[in-house]
């Protein structure tokens, strides 16, 4: 079908999925006969060329991403309650000492039983419980590296692709999936015995917590100024849940040298998460190449419900561009509906609208920041979908002329990410981000299923790009171009990752006696590795698996 908002042209080009526009009838007929005709009824695009050509050229993918992605709908609210469930009931465990902790306070007084509270500092994630590890590795050496030069000298010293700086975008990445009171708590407290030496005397450094932002998908700016949009006779609203979280920190309160950003990534029992991960949409951009929609929907630059929103957002920011049909509102150039606004006056807009994109609010916080922290520089840096956010991140800033900003990077770490976009973005990036060295690192662990997400093969557009950081099994690191077996799912490979995943299994039981205490594995991540036996690529993905291999790791 073509675009509800009425524009067309060259310079705008989309395909949108929709699983829920045709019924299962149309499913069966465009698997089993090929049937272009009903393929096409999922499909939504600026071109009614491309709905055709696309459901005949990549069938297979579309069908796997219309299946998937009902499926997980279905499963959308029995996941969000198993969720809640596992959640209070590890903290439960844990806050309690343990199982028998919990029968003893039980039995010796139900008053005795501590009762876990969302949103406290103690209250942790699944992801956190599968590695309760808190502490940096090497830290003393990182700081030391980034606070070995005089005061207005900025960063010296420090390799991008060392193992201390890794895994401090590794923690980060980890502690993203925690609440803004847990992530506030490990920065200021178990960070903060950072040491380095300087100027012959030692000194105690701070990692100082700058804020933590919960965001919400899609939404809507004209002119800066976040506001509901009237296309033609629809009232067009964007998904109205908080989606995205992202964190900030410094390496000291004052005169820093580094700024940390970490975005959460995909969330086990969030639905919404995964079927992002599963979203064959994209959106295309002139001269940089085709990105993932649901990945910019999560950093906050368009809704597929306007689609004209993405080409507001990711269009030079020189230029204007007003939306058609759009109501009249109050004009942005007046009060704090500016950009550069950290936050959005209320007047006049309802109060469920009156929230934040995430790329916008970085953005403008970074801004921020260096008028405070002249010579800082800054990482971004993130696991699974978070790290799809990171990269996207840069690539928004490039579309934007944000040449100061730009200057100010010192690199990308991402963590099995998924694919963001096509063979020519990559080319694009690579030479925005390659000189004068490389800035964009990309870790993978073994038979991780994300990092093959979506699909690669010789009619698929999805592409990775930048520097590849391999890791087998045993931890080997590789560099190169693509991680081995890039699909996952091909036959050949299939006993393969199960023997490694049977392997895996008996290497956590054994762990903690071979590399020390610190890696010991705890019951809930062995049972996770027994679920995964069946499908071991969702097991790979877990974070366990990247910090052992940023610490452990040998070239």
Same mark, same amino acid.
């Given at each position: +079908?073509?675009?509800?908002?009425?524009?067309?042209?060259?310079?705008?080009?989309?395909?949108?999925?929709?699983?829920?526009?045709?019924? %299962?009838?149309?499913?069966?007929?465009?698997?089993?006969?090929?049937?272009?005709?009903?393929?096409?009824?999922?499909?939504?695009?600026?071109?009614?060329?491309?709905?055709?050509?696309?459901?005949?050229?990549?069938?297979?993918?579309?069908?796997?991403?219309?299946?998937?992605?009902?499926?997980?709908?279905?499963?959308?609210?029995? +996941?969000?309650?198993?969720?809640?469930?596992?959640?209070?009931?590890?903290?439960?465990?844990?806050?309690?000492?343990?199982?028998?902790?919990?029968?003893?306070?039980?039995?010796?007084?139900?008053?005795? %039983?501590?009762?876990?509270?969302?949103?406290?500092?103690?209250?942790?994630?699944?992801?956190?419980?599968?590695?309760?590890?808190?502490?940096?590795?090497?830290?003393?050496?990182?700081?030391?590296?980034?606070?070995?030069?005089?005061?207005?000298?900025?960063?010296?010293?420090?390799?991008?692709?060392?193992?201390?700086?890794?895994?401090?975008? @590794?923690?980060?990445?980890?502690?993203?999936?925690?609440?803004?009171?847990?992530?506030?708590?490990? /920065?200021?407290?178990?960070?903060?015995?950072? +040491?380095?030496?300087?100027?012959?005397?030692?000194?105690? @450094?701070?990692?100082?917590?700058?804020?933590?932002?919960?965001?919400?998908?899609?939404?809507?700016?004209?002119?800066? /100024?976040?506001?509901?949009?009237?296309?033609?006779?629809?009232?067009?609203?964007?998904?109205?849940?908080?989606?995205?979280?992202?964190?900030?920190?410094?390496?000291?309160?004052?005169?820093?040298?580094? %700024?940390?950003?970490?975005?959460?990534?995909?969330?086990?029992?969030?639905?919404?998460?995964?079927?992002?991960?599963?979203?064959?949409?994209?959106?295309?951009?002139?001269?940089?190449?085709?990105?993932?929609?649901?990945?910019?929907?999560?950093?906050?630059?368009?809704?597929?419900?306007?689609?004209?929103?993405?080409?507001?957002?990711?269009?030079?920011?020189?230029?204007?561009?007003?939306?058609?049909?759009? /109501?009249?509102?109050?004009?942005?150039?007046?009060?704090?509906?500016?950009?550069?606004?950290?936050?959005?006056?209320?007047?006049?807009?309802?109060?469920?609208?009156?929230?934040?994109?995430?790329?916008?609010?970085?953005?403008?916080?970074?801004?921020?920041?260096?008028?405070?922290?002249?010579?800082?520089?800054? %990482?971004?840096?993130?696991?699974?979908?978070?790290?799809?956010?990171?990269?996207?991140?840069?690539?928004?800033?490039?579309?934007?002329?944000?040449?100061?900003?730009?200057?100010?990077?010192?690199?990308?770490?991402?963590?099995?990410?998924?694919?963001?976009?096509?063979?020519?973005?990559?080319?694009? @990036?690579?030479?925005?981000?390659?000189?004068?060295?490389?800035?964009?690192?990309?870790?993978?662990?073994?038979?991780?299923?994300?990092?093959?997400?979506?699909?690669?093969?010789?009619?698929?557009?999805?592409?990775?790009?930048?520097?590849?950081?391999?890791?087998?099994?045993?931890?080997?690191?590789?560099?190169?171009?693509?991680?081995?077996?890039?699909?996952?799912?091909?036959?050949?490979?299939?006993?393969?990752?199960?023997?490694?995943?049977?392997?895996?299994?008996?290497?956590?039981?054994?762990?903690?006696?071979?590399?020390?205490?610190?890696?010991?594995?705890?019951?809930?991540?062995?049972?996770?590795?027994?679920?995964?036996?069946? +499908?071991?690529?969702?097991?790979?993905?877990?974070?366990?698996?990247?910090?052992?291999?940023?610490?452990?790791?040998?070239?």
């Amino acid at each position: +079908m073509a675009s509800s908002t009425g524009i067309q042209g060259d310079d705008f080009r989309y395909l949108i999925v929709r699983p829920d526009k045709g019924g %299962i009838w149309d499913v069966l007929k465009y698997s089993l006969r090929g049937d272009i005709e009903c393929g096409s009824k999922f499909l939504e695009s600026s071109d009614q060329g491309v709905v055709g050509g696309e459901a005949a050229d990549h069938r297979w993918i579309i069908l796997v991403s219309i299946v998937a992605r009902r499926i997980i709908h279905f499963l959308g609210k029995p +996941m969000e309650l198993t969720g809640y469930g596992v959640d209070f009931f590890l903290n439960l465990l844990s806050q309690n000492g343990s199982l028998f902790g919990l029968f003893y306070n039980l039995l010796r007084d139900a008053g005795d %039983i501590v009762i876990p509270k969302r949103g406290t500092e103690t209250f942790i994630s699944t992801i956190g419980h599968l590695d309760e590890r808190m502490d940096l590795y090497q830290a003393k050496n990182l700081v030391g590296d980034l606070h070995n030069s005089t005061p207005g000298e900025g960063i010296k010293n420090v390799e991008l692709d060392d193992r201390a700086t890794m895994d401090l975008c @590794m923690m980060a990445s980890k502690l993203a999936y925690e609440n803004a009171e847990v992530v506030r708590n490990v /920065a200021v407290h178990h960070w903060k015995q950072l +040491m380095t030496l300087k100027s012959a005397c030692l000194q105690r @450094m701070q990692m100082h917590f700058v804020d933590f932002y919960d965001c919400w998908d899609g939404p809507f700016l004209f002119n800066g /100024a976040l506001i509901p949009f009237v296309i033609g006779n629809h009232f067009i609203d964007y998904q109205k849940k908080k989606s995205t979280q992202v964190f900030l920190l410094c390496d000291k309160p004052k005169d820093a040298t580094l %700024i940390l950003i970490s975005f959460r990534g995909t969330e086990p029992f969030d639905a919404d998460d995964w079927s992002t991960d599963f979203d064959y949409s994209w959106y295309e951009i002139p001269n940089l190449g085709k990105l993932h929609m649901g990945f910019l929907e999560a950093l906050g630059v368009g809704n597929r419900e306007d689609t004209a929103s993405f080409h507001y957002h990711l269009q030079k920011r020189s230029t204007k561009h007003c939306y058609p049909e759009a /109501a009249e509102v109050e004009s942005s150039n007046e009060g704090p509906h500016s950009e550069r606004s950290a936050g959005i006056d209320k007047k006049g807009i309802p109060p469920e609208m009156v929230e934040m994109s995430a790329y916008y609010v970085v953005r403008e916080k970074l801004k921020t920041l260096f008028e405070e922290h002249k010579n800082a520089k800054y %990482i971004v840096t993130g696991h699974s979908l978070g790290g799809a956010l990171a990269i996207l991140f840069p690539i928004v800033l490039v579309l934007h002329d944000e040449t100061n900003l730009l200057q100010k990077l010192l690199g990308v770490y991402t963590f099995g990410q998924p694919r963001v976009g096509n063979k020519q973005l990559g080319s694009f @990036m690579e030479a925005h981000l390659n000189h004068p060295v490389p800035k964009y690192f990309r870790v993978v662990y073994c038979n991780d299923l994300v990092p093959r997400l979506p699909y690669d093969d010789k009619t698929f557009l999805y592409k990775h790009f930048g520097v590849c950081l391999y890791y087998n099994s045993c931890f080997i690191e590789q560099k190169m171009d693509e991680e081995p077996n890039k699909n996952y799912f091909g036959i050949t490979h299939m006993i393969p990752e199960h023997l490694i995943a049977i392997w895996e299994l008996i290497r956590s039981l054994t762990m903690g006696y071979t590399h020390g205490p610190e890696y010991k594995e705890g019951w809930f991540s062995i049972f996770l590795r027994v679920l995964g036996l069946s +499908m071991p690529g969702i097991a790979a993905h877990c974070s366990v698996n990247y910090v052992n291999s940023v610490r452990l790791g040998k070239s």
